[in-house]
């Protein structure tokens, strides 16, 4: 309860100074950065909709350089940015720092993910670090510690505090438009090293409590999925626990990732000893008498998947605490 009130006391503090940001950022600094915004906005909406590719990644040169002279100006952690509708801009939990992420379309079949960080500073002053994109230069994402030079791009849509032994990490919950047939979502580990520097990844996702066959540790996690399917990969304060979708092939073909839909139940992971410890089943039913199993519902008499019911019922399910 007090870790709580305390998370919630941090989070009235940043929202309250970004609402008084005119008390923070001078006049002139302040019509400064609003100019900026029209420009960030107008570049963002180019880096994805502009027919030429060379106008998109010029877009995406110039939306850099805009950023970076915003963020320069003293006080600039407290300007929200709000009217970039297309940019990512989250504030950690305790205040501490805001990521920004964004995507540039390479082409109909590829997404490249920009990102930085920005730290407050008791000046005022700019503390940047920007985040190099490195997913498409390795074939295990899973298993390693990285840093802002090979960071796994994502759009960050939430922010997790978690504390073990005094240090924080920060759980970031991210989309990826990863290909023409199939999108990621990602679970990713922050922390900040005795450098100040940011740490991508740890081994800090478990599988340890699982009945089946173990297995090994993860520095980081992704659900890989249909494009055109709907998923859920979210934090559920209320039961402290990060709920996902069990996915499954709608062909049969667990090789092909692209092929993944919802079925209707929901795994999850909850911090436990400094560690994000997999559930296996976090909503368990019991049937009422003349009901079927699971299966049985999200088929059709043909045997085939019936991919509206499955997700039918995993909006069902989400309405629903364990045990019920």
């Given amino acids: 309860m007090k870790k709580f009130f305390f998370c919630l006391m941090a989070m009235c503090l940043v929202f309250n100074c970004i609402r008084s940001y005119g008390q923070l950022i001078k006049p002139a600094d302040l019509k400064t950065l609003r100019l900026k915004q029209d420009s960030l906005q107008q570049q963002a909406d180019s880096m994805i909709n502009s027919v030429y590719t060379a106008k998109r990644f010029i877009a995406d040169s110039n939306f850099v350089k805009t950023l970076v002279r915003a963020l320069k100006i003293n006080n600039s952690f407290y300007f929200p940015f709000d009217s970039l509708q297309t940019i990512s801009r989250l504030y950690a939990p305790d205040s501490t720092f805001r990521i920004f992420t964004w995507q540039l379309k390479k082409d109909e079949y590829m997404y490249l993910q920009k990102g930085a960080i920005q730290v407050r500073t008791n000046d005022g002053a700019l ?3 920007p985040l190099f994109d490195a997913s498409m230069f390795t074939s295990k994402p899973l ?64 599988f340890k409590e ?69 559930v296996n089943q976090v909503f368990n039913f019991k049937l009422k008498e003349g009901e079927f199993p699971q299966e049985a519902t999200i088929k059709d008499a043909e045997g085939k998947t019936d991919e509206k019911k499955l997700l039918e019922q995993s909006e069902k399910n989400m309405k629903k605490k364990p045990g019920q």
Avoid at 165 to 181: I, P, R, W
Avoid at 237 to 263: F, G, V
């Fill in 127 to 129: 503390k940047l670090f």
């Fill in 143 to 206: 298993d390693s510690v990285r840093t802002k030079k090979n960071w796994i791009g994502a759009i960050y849509y939430k922010i997790i505090l978690k504390e073990y032994n005094g240090k924080k990490y920060y759980t970031l919950l991210g989309f990826d438009d990863f290909s023409v047939a199939s999108n990621r979502k990602w679970m990713e580990v922050l922390s900040f090293g005795a450098d100040g520097e940011p740490v991508f990844g740890g081994p800090l996702i478990t």
């Fill in 210 to 278: 699982d009945t089946a066959k173990v297995k090994p540790v993860l520095h980081r996690f992704n659900i890989e999925y249909k494009k055109e399917a709907r998923t859920t990969f979210n934090y559920n304060p209320e039961l402290d626990i990060i709920i996902y979708d069990h996915l499954m092939s709608e062909t049969e073909q667990p090789e092909r990732k692209e092929s993944y839909i919802p079925d209707g139940d929901f795994e999850g992971f909850k911090w436990k000893d400094g560690q994000w410890v997999h």
